[in-house]
């Protein structure tokens, strides 16, 4: 069966900036972990990061925090990390929490640290996906169940 990369944070790991978790109590995804399908992963922490530590939003294709520090080293490392994982373990699948800047599918914040969210994607999710691993977010479970059947 195959495996599925899994944001740690979507398991509850208190890994986010603020340090917590954001839980997905989703029955699927429990019998997944049942069947020792998920292999947890945090882009952010792999890539040198702590928690806490500060937001950071994607701006002209940089990782920037909301102090003005340059965090697209680790964020870019945190995404090669992930790719070397699925390689590893031949994962095609990964459910990623969405908006985040490392994690996000479809939307993430502006930029401008205001909560404003546009069409985009997070480094690791763009780096899954150019590399052909599917990505989905906790908002699209039926199709990653659809896909994975
Ligand atoms: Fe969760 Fe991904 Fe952010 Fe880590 S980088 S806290 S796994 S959204």
């Keep these: 069966m195959h495996k599925i990369l899994v944001s740690s944070c979507l398991l509850g790991a208190p890994v986010r900036y603020d340090g917590s978790g954001q839980q997905l109590l989703h029955p699927q995804l429990i019998a997944w972990q049942q ?9 952010e922490i792999a890539g040198g990061l702590s928690t806490p530590r500060d ?7 940089k990782v920037i925090t909301n102090t003005g520090d340059d965090v697209t080293p680790e964020f870019q490392l945190g995404a090669k990390q ?3 994982l699925c390689q590893q373990y031949n994962i095609r699948f990964a459910l990623l929490k969405e908006s985040s800047p490392s994690c996000g599918r479809n939307t993430i914040y502006d930029g401008s ?3 404003i969210k546009v069409v985009g994607m997070g480094l690791t999710a763009s780096l899954l996906e150019k590399n052909g691993i599917k990505v989905f977010s ?12």
Excluded: D, T, W
Aim: charge should be neutral.
């Design 113 to 115: 640290h205001s909560g």
């Design 35 to 43: 069947q020792e399908r998920i292999v947890a992963f945090c882009p």
């Design 138 to 149: 906790e908002q699209q479970m039926p199709a990653l169940v659809k896909a994975l059947a």
């Design 55 to 61: 937001p950071a939003e994607i701006v002209n294709g």
């Design 82 to 84: 992930a790719l070397r």
